[in-house]
């Protein structure tokens, strides 16, 4: 497995997702190697700004997993590749690396090779998705419909997969007994301008206007961000290592989801990694407007969904005030991803769609 770090979660989301698929690959036996970029800059920033104890923690919550950290100049695929099955290429690996594997693939041929997209720039970026050599690869697995339609009708791929993100059980989960701390949690970076406007309409007002206890974590919050904050009351924390999200959760009753412009207009059917891991961990959720077109969740079962600020502050009221509410729609959120949307189950997938290019 090529991706950008197994290491760091610092502004990098597909770590979650990448650590529970290969927890669970190896939990069934089977023998993983992960490849990392010794430069990766999500690495970098982290030691940069946290130096190496959340690597520590990181082995800790994740005993097992590691991954080979490697120069792109001197990396020997023949090495790398020795005596491999299947191989999975995410896309933000360079062109040049994704070229060569796909090259190596074709001079040696005993394995099979995919393309793993888990981001919006097949939509916002396609002169740069349009560059990536796949003519020797097997197919593409695709986080959402739309995106892998998008390879098979652009010609990018003969061969695509819609593959899910999915929640990593074995970390996400309920923990009781935890002392709560305040009303409301948003995990989540500022967003490079690309949901400002909602974070004010579905985040920040309703939260000032209630009167709510409130904290956010994440990184690359501009000063203006940060005044905004402070301005509707509430706490901004910094990082958070993505495995230790399921403690702040248990510490508060509710928390929001607000997804990025691109996927609200352009990417229907993609919730991204975030909606999983909330369900898993048991927290009432009231999300931003999203459109679940590939039927992932039940919409007002599993979270409540909030048209315009309005609708978000009455939602988060009665959350507030409702426990038994609240409690409901946390347990039906828990159930849908314990029934469907697990890593084990997007494991089990990826198993099939491996037997269905060996047949």
Not at 280 to 287: D, E, F, H, N, R
Request: proline share 4%.
């Amino acid at each position: 497995m090529f991706y950008h770090s197994l290491l760091s979660d610092w502004n990098h989301g597909n770590a979650h997702f990448l650590r529970g698929v290969v927890g669970e690959l190896l939990a069934r036996g089977h023998d993983v190697r992960v490849y990392e970029p010794k430069d990766a800059w999500s690495l970098q920033n982290l030691r940069k700004e946290h130096g190496d104890t959340p690597i520590a923690g990181f082995r800790a919550a994740y005993p097992g997993l590691d991954s080979i950290q490697y120069d792109p100049a001197t990396l020997d695929l023949d090495t790398a590749l020795d005596g491999a099955d299947l191989a999975l290429v995410h896309e933000w690996n360079d062109h040049d690396l994704v070229r060569r594997i796909g090259a190596h693939r074709a001079r040696v041929g005993h394995y099979r090779l995919l393309f793993h997209d888990t981001h919006h720039r097949a939509v916002t970026d396609a002169q740069s998705m349009a560059a990536y050599d796949l003519s020797n690869y097997d197919g593409v697995l695709a986080f959402g419909g739309v995106i892998r339609d998008l390879y098979l009708s652009r010609g990018w791929a003969a061969r695509a997969w819609t593959w899910h993100e999915a929640a990593d059980t074995r970390v996400f989960h309920p923990l009781e007994g935890t002392e709560r701390e305040g009303d409301l949690v948003w995990i989540g970076n500022w967003g490079d301008e690309e949901r400002t406007a909602e974070l004010h309409e579905f985040l920040l007002g309703p939260v000032k206007a209630l009167g709510l206890r409130a904290r956010v974590h994440g990184v690359r919050y501009p000063d203006h961000a940060r005044k905004a904050l402070k301005d509707a009351g509430i706490e901004y924390c910094g990082w958070l290592p993505n495995f230790e999200a399921p403690q702040v959760f248990a510490r508060f009753r509710v928390t929001v989801h607000v997804p990025r412009r691109p996927y609200v207009r352009a990417l229907p059917g993609i919730p991204t990694i975030r909606v999983f891991e909330v369900l898993a961990c048991g927290i009432p959720l009231v999300t931003a407007p999203w459109e679940d077109a590939e039927g992932l969740f039940t919409p007002g079962e599993d979270f409540l969904v909030a048209q315009n600020g309005d609708e978000m502050q009455a939602h988060l009221k009665a959350l507030l005030a409702d426990m038994d509410k609240a409690q409901s729609l946390a347990a039906h959120g828990l159930q849908t991803i314990l029934a469907r949307h697990t890593c084990a189950h997007r494991v089990g997938e990826l198993l099939a769609i491996y037997g269905e290019l060996s047949a």
